[in-house]
């Protein structure tokens, strides 16, 4: 089988660095680019990590487009280097990358290369969506020209980890993600319900590091800062894989408990602004819209992901 076309939209960030690797681990997928948004860190920044980390793996054929640097309406998020540390990707060290991203805007590349390919790109959304919904916007047509997206963000039982209730790529652009649920394409979405399932722990790191290698150093080293966070502020050893798992979609669907249901986002500006929430009782009388991840085999992701990183190595 030929292997799926992906587009990541990135914010890299520790966890979006490590969906690069596994993405370019992964036969089963071809990443066909990289666009880059606000997020984690600034544009710059995650422009920066995102061609680095491509050099890195010795993938900088593919290009990157960089993407907006500001949310539709919200004021910039940027509180995400207590969790990525200042450059984004932790304590791991990367040289200046010498590849450029290519001329285009991100949301000009989305529309181009969607378009001329309809019913084969799937995009993958794994930081604030403000880069999508602008190009819906530009050219409605993607909606229908879109194979399907995979978001990672939301929280639908579980509570939020950037207010109590709202979980951060959303909540750093609500009125983006209102936009892309209502454009009729078709959404898997991965939230921290079944996120939070997959942690990679210390003692997962020094499996992996038994055998020294630039990748295995590299999973150390980003994920150091990650894993003090998720120590200090919420009390338990590791970090789990969020943007990672958003590839479970395609590489390993079977380990996913997927419900459809009218999903939304709140963009009232109160309290829970940027909460999302799922119509279980059906009383919108909605029709559903989303495909939503309930619940993940989420030891069996983390092995996964731990053979894909020993394979790249
Ligand atoms: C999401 O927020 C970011 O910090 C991560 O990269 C991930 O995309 C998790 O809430
Ligand atoms: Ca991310």
Do not use: W
Not at 14 to 36: C, G, H
Not at 163 to 178: G, K, M, R, S, W
């Amino acid at each position: 089988m030929n292997p799926t076309q992906i587009i990541i939209d990135t914010d890299p960030g520790v966890d979006d660095a490590l969906t690069i690797l596994l993405a370019l681990a992964s036969p089963e997928i071809q990443i066909e680019a990289l666009t880059t948004v606000h997020g984690n860190i600034g544009i710059e920044k995650t422009t920066r990590n995102a061609l680095a980390m491509l050099e890195f793996a010795n993938a900088s054929h593919i290009p990157v487009a960089r993407g907006c640097s500001l949310p539709l309406v919200s004021p910039l998020n940027k509180s995400g280097d207590i969790v990525h540390g200042a450059s984004g990707i932790g304590k791991a060290v990367l040289p200046e990358p010498k590849s450029k991203p290519i001329s285009q805007h991100a949301i000009d590349y989305l529309i181009e290369r969607i378009l001329a390919a309809p019913q084969e790109i799937t995009l993958f959304t794994i930081g604030p969506m403000t880069n999508l919904a602008l190009a819906i916007r530009k050219e409605p047509r993607i909606a229908e020209a879109l194979k399907g997206l995979v978001i990672m963000g939301g929280a639908i039982r579980s509570g939020g980890n950037i207010t109590p209730l709202a979980e951060f790529n959303i909540h750093a652009d609500p009125h983006a993600v209102h936009i892309v649920f209502h454009s009729g394409i078709p959404i898997t979405l991965i939230p921290l319900d079944v996120t939070y399932k997959c942690l990679l722990t210390t003692a997962d790191v020094e499996r992996l590091n038994r055998i020294d290698s630039p990748v295995a150093r590299f999973v150390r080293d980003a994920t150091a800062v990650y894993m003090d966070f998720y120590k200090k502020y919420e009390g338990f050893d590791g970090c789990p894989l969020h943007d990672p798992l958003t590839l479970a979609t395609i590489i390993a669907p079977e380990l996913l408990t997927l419900e459809e249901h009218y999903v939304d986002v709140d963009i009232s500006g109160g309290i829970s602004t940027g909460k999302t929430f799922a119509d279980f009782m059906k009383v919108s009388k909605q029709p559903a819209n989303i495909k939503v991840a309930l619940d993940v085999r989420g030891r069996d992701f983390i092995e996964l992901f731990i053979e894909r990183m020993e394979k790249l190595a």
